[in-house]
Structure formats: C-alpha cells, structure tokens
C-alpha cells in the first residue's frame, strides 16, 4: 500500500466536495475486503458495480485488535490487492448481530454469489472457520458479527464526474 497514492486519492475526491462538506474534515481508513488477493479483487468488483452495498467482519477481531467499531459517516477506500485504490464508500450504518440471525436482505445487499442468504451463510461460514483461528477463536452460528452497510461515494471517472452522489 502506497500512502501517498491513497492520500493523493483522497484529496481528489475531497476536491470534488463542497468546502464546507463534512467529509472534509473526516478521517478515512484504506483496505481491501476478503482475507486473501482474489477474494478482495472480487468483491472489489461488487462494490464498484453497485452490487455489494453491506459487509461484515467478526466482533471477535475488533476485540482482538482493540479497534474501536466503524460508525456511520466512516470513509474507507476500497483497495485492490495489489494496495491500490479503486473507490471511496461511506458507511451508512452500523449494527451488531449474531451469524444465525443474518437476514435474507443483508445476504442480498452483500451481493456476493447468487445473493441468497444459503450462500451467504455458506461462504461466510467458510470465511470465518479460515480466518478466526488467528486470534485463537473458531466459528459458531451464534458468533456476534459487526454488520455495515455503505454506499459508494467516490469512482474516478465515473459518468465524467467522479463523485457519486
């Protein structure tokens, strides 16, 4: 990851702001989805299709981080696997949920595979029995998951305007 092409990034979507715009003052986190290069080229791909508008991540990990939980109004750009930036979203909303009580829309609004929540269950289940052993944990279906919603803010070049309102 090149911090100065991500910082150059972000000044080039605060450049299409309104002085006064909120995002102005903001902070902003850069990372990729996914735990591995082809996953986060994936849903990279979802997102800046307007396909994949939500994502979750296991509470156990910000615990065991101790990283404070996103809240809404965060910017993040999306990054490729390769560390470079692709697009801008900003969380929408911030929810806690068990794994088990994932519902039918935020499968669909995760949009990966055919967006139901069978394969949601299944892909993600996959996810975190590969990813949770690194902090000592294993999945179960009443894990607690921190489920965000987003929507894409910033695509250069995108309809020769690169803000998306």
Not at 30 to 41: C, M, R, T, Y
Not at 42 to 52: D, H, Q, T
Not at 64 to 78: K, N
Not at 154 to 162: I, L, T, V
Request: charged residues 20%; glycine residues 6%; aromatic residues 10%.
């Amino acid at each position: 990851m090149n911090q100065e092409i991500i910082e150059a990034f972000w000044r080039a979507y605060l450049a299409t702001l309104p002085a006064d715009a909120p995002a102005q003052n903001a902070a902003f986190v850069a990372e990729s989805f996914g735990d591995h290069p082809d996953l986060a080229d994936e849903l990279a791909a979802l997102v800046l299709a307007g396909v994949k508008t939500a994502t979750c991540s296991a509470l156990w990990e910000w615990e065991a981080e101790g990283a404070s939980l996103p809240q809404a109004g965060l910017h993040t750009i999306v990054l490729d696997a390769q560390g470079a930036p692709l697009c801008i979203i900003e969380t929408t909303a911030v929810f806690i949920c068990s794994y088990d009580q994932v519902d039918a829309l935020f499968a669909w609004e995760e949009g990966e595979g055919d967006r139901s929540l069978a394969h949601w269950r299944e892909a993600h289940a996959r996810f975190f029995t590969r990813t949770l052993p690194a902090i000592g944990r294993t999945f179960t279906p009443d894990m607690p998951l921190v489920c965000e919603r987003f929507r894409l803010v910033y695509r250069p070049g995108s309809a020769g305007d690169p803000h998306i309102r």
